[in-house]
């Protein structure tokens, strides 16, 4: 299975790039990934849009989407593979948020926490959940 990050715009802040480099680091361990950074654009739902690919199962960040524990989404990550599900993207919003043709793009919506934070922080806390639902499947002892 490849993993998809789409998210307009890079990460500015170089402590949260940094984290985002190591994350993506340590999470081509276990699975192939493509990071599609995205042009500022006036309409962001359809720059979106147009950089997710009709049969990859679509997971977008909001914060009304479903929660789960790192063992939950580990379990998921799992059940989507012997799916045969070929690819995962993982949309995170720019500052403003994600408009209502992405939303209803969506295979699922996923909310990180009930707290609000900073789409350049979001892209951390996402791919750290990732590396450790994956060290959960592999039985390697970060999760603990």
Known sequence: MKFYFVWI???RNPHLEALVE???????????YELRELKDARN?????????????????LDELGEQ?????????LEKWQLQSIKGLAFVVGGAEGLGKQ???????????????FTHEMVRVLLLEQLYRACTIIHGH???K
Do not use: C, F, H
């Not at 190591?22 to 192939?32: M, P, S």
């Not at 720059?47 to 199962?57: F, G, N, P, Q």
């Open 9 to 11: 715009g890079k990460t």
């Open 22 to 32: 190591e994350y993506l680091r340590r999470l081509g361990r276990y699975a192939r």
């Open 44 to 60: 962001e739902d359809q720059t979106i849009l147009s950089a997710l690919e009709r049969d990859i199962y679509t997971i977008v």
């Open 68 to 76: 789960w524990t790192s063992r939950e989404l580990a379990s998921a």
């Open 102 to 116: 992405v939303k209803a793009r969506a295979n699922r919506l996923w909310s990180l926490s009930k707290l609000t």
């Open 141 to 143: 002892p970060y999760q």
